[in-house]
């Protein structure tokens, strides 16, 4: 990858195959891991691996194997695998960007988890292994480091990668199972273990001493299924579906205030996550809470884009109604690639986007003309507006409900995960915030003081105007 570096801002510009690297995030012996773009503008989360974890043919072939496994793996619980390439150079595997704390960094900041929260946490994990079992895969490298919490749900990122025969694991011995720091290859059961021992962090504020019951500060109704998870011998514990099945029965009651905060908890590589990069370890006293300001601005700044989108086709109707639409088309595109996980559209996205806006163009085009009627037949009471007025703002009306409208999510979606990008930066977010509420404001005052134009399609306007003249000849 061609690399350079902002000193003053910690910024890393370059790329990784196809990616755009932003910043490094974090360095451990699982490689590097950098917040990115795809080609789409989206955020991602890029790792490259250690020569000496790929080292030949037979393992770049593992790895390549691994990734295609991996991309199986559909959970709400485990940051999607989306693409890597096993034969670059170094390898790299990229995953959904997920933006929140590890595990560890919380607990250090807040303390243990107790109640509810502990019980969310548990189940989300359990739900996530199960997910990757069933896909065929191991995560191998469970721990707090690797457990990003995001809106109090636990979502497991940073797969260990697949080691060669006879190669010692590359995680945190206090997390792994006894045959996997013995020198065996990690099983399903070996990710159980894990599981247990992340858990009885998670509640403690420390790992386990080792195999078999958890401290006595664990909660007596979780005691059970960590002790089995715990267990020495692998085929002695319980597969991760029925960890599921065992942490939903538990009821450890509703949330508590967290325990004073822990501070030998943190293992060392586990102060940065693929979020914001950090420098120095995490703060051992209680941080405040942080303000997520990512979806309710997406969402203000994606409505502010249709309004200025529908008063720019007030203005130029033909124009702006024909923009529109192959806006409209390419959002949906967008939006189709990122429900099905690609990290860039293909041409079955671009096909489905196109039957739907096409399906969608007769509900758009009911709605133009009901307010263009509407505005015209107010000459009953007594209320003249103008036909080319009308037919304008019938053509804006559309236009919103082509985007926006009930039923319509996907362009309204796509343009909200596409502003989501800024909430990490505020400073972006006031800058983007600023320029598209000017417009927006610009485009209004348009509507109302510019008389619109179906340039180049005069002959269309005249159609138009002379028929609604007649409609409100006879209203009269």
């Given at each position: ?5 902002n ?7 370059g ?10 995030v974090?360095?451990?012996?699982t ?5 990115g773009?795809?080609?789409a503008?989206r955020d ?11 080292a030949?043919?037979?393992e770049?072939?593992?790895?390549a194997?691994?990734?295609a ?16 390439d ?16 590890s595990?560890?960094?919380?607990v250090?900041?807040k ?5 509810a929260?502990l019980r969310?946490l ?5 739900r996530a ?8 895969a ?9 457990v990003l919490?995001v809106?109090?749900?636990p ?6 990668p697949?080691?060669a ?5 590359v ?10 720091v ?5 099983t399903?059961a070996?990710d159980?273990?894990?599981?247990a021992?992340t858990v009885v962090?998670?509640?403690t504020?420390r790992p386990p ?5 958890p401290?006595?500060?664990?909660p007596e109704?979780l005691?059970p299924?960590?002790?089995a ?15 599921v ?5 538990v009821d450890?009651?509703p949330p ?6 822990v ?5 060392r ?5 693929p979020a914001v990069?950090?420098?120095g370890?995490p703060?051992?006293?209680?941080t ?5 300001l990512?979806?309710a601005?997406?969402?203000?700044l ?8 529908a ?11 024909a923009a529109?639409v192959?806006?409209a088309?390419?959002l949906r595109?967008l939006?189709s690639a990122?429900a099905r ?5 293909g ?14 163009l ?9 307010v263009t ?10 209320v003249?507006a103008a036909p ?9 009306a559309g236009?919103a409900?082509l985007?926006a409208?009930?039923?319509i ?5 796509q343009?909200?995960r ?6 990490p930066?505020?400073r972006r977010i006031?800058l983007v915030?600023?320029?598209l509420?000017a417009?927006?404001f610009l485009?209004v005052v348009g509507?109302v003081?510019?008389?619109?134009s ?5 002959g269309?306007q005249?159609?138009?105007v002379?028929a ?9």
């Amino acid at each position: 990858m061609r690399k350079s570096m902002n000193q003053r801002s910690g910024e890393l510009i370059g790329r990784i195959g196809p990616y755009r690297a932003l910043a490094r995030v974090r360095a451990d012996r699982t490689g590097v891991v950098y917040r990115g773009t795809d080609p789409a503008g989206r955020d991602v989360a890029i790792r490259e691996l250690p020569p000496e974890l790929v080292a030949g043919d037979a393992e770049r072939r593992r790895l390549a194997e691994e990734i295609a496994v991996l991309r199986r793996v559909l959970s709400p619980h485990a940051a999607d695998v989306l693409d890597g390439d096993a034969h670059a150079e170094p390898p790299y595997v990229v995953t959904r960007y997920v933006p929140g704390r590890s595990l560890a960094t919380a607990v250090a900041g807040k303390g243990p988890l107790r109640g509810a929260a502990l019980r969310r946490l548990a189940l989300g994990l359990a739900r996530a292994l199960t997910a990757v079992h069933e896909a065929g895969a191991v995560h191998r490298d469970l721990r707090p480091g690797t457990v990003l919490m995001v809106g109090g749900e636990p979502v497991v990122a940073d797969f260990g990668p697949v080691p060669a025969p006879g190669a010692a694991g590359v995680g945190e011995p206090a997390y792994q199972a006894p045959e996997v720091v013995a020198g065996e290859i990690a099983t399903a059961a070996s990710d159980v273990y894990a599981w247990a021992a992340t858990v009885v962090f998670a509640a403690t504020g420390r790992p386990p001493a080792g195999a078999g019951a958890p401290p006595e500060e664990v909660p007596e109704p979780l005691r059970p299924v960590l002790t089995a998870a715990l267990a020495p011998e692998a085929t002695a514990r319980p597969a991760a579906s029925a960890l599921v099945e065992a942490v939903a029965a538990v009821d450890l009651g509703p949330p508590e205030e967290p325990a004073a905060p822990v501070v030998q908890a943190a293992p060392r590589d586990d102060t940065d996550v693929p979020a914001v990069p950090r420098s120095g370890r995490p703060s051992p006293t209680p941080t405040a809470p942080r303000v997520e300001l990512g979806p309710a601005w997406s969402r203000l700044l994606a409505a502010l884009t249709v309004v200025l989108v529908a008063a720019a086709v007030i203005v130029v109707p033909a124009a702006g109604a024909a923009a529109a639409v192959l806006g409209a088309v390419v959002l949906r595109t967008l939006d189709s690639a990122a429900a099905r996980g690609a990290a860039s559209p293909g041409p079955g996205d671009a096909g489905r986007a196109l039957l739907r806006t096409a399906l969608t163009l007769p509900y758009a085009a009911a709605v133009a003309v009901a307010v263009t009627v509407a505005l015209v037949a107010m000459v009953a009471v007594d209320v003249h507006a103008a036909p080319l007025w009308a037919c304008a703002w019938g053509a804006g009306a559309g236009v919103a409900a082509l985007w926006a409208a009930p039923g319509i999510g996907a362009p309204r979606r796509q343009l909200e995960r596409m502003f989501a990008r800024l909430a990490p930066d505020p400073r972006r977010i006031v800058l983007v915030g600023t320029a598209l509420g000017a417009l927006a404001f610009l485009t209004v005052v348009g509507t109302v003081s510019l008389t619109p134009s179906f340039a180049p399609l005069y002959g269309l306007q005249n159609t138009l105007v002379a028929a609604l003249e007649r409609l409100q000849n006879a209203l009269s």
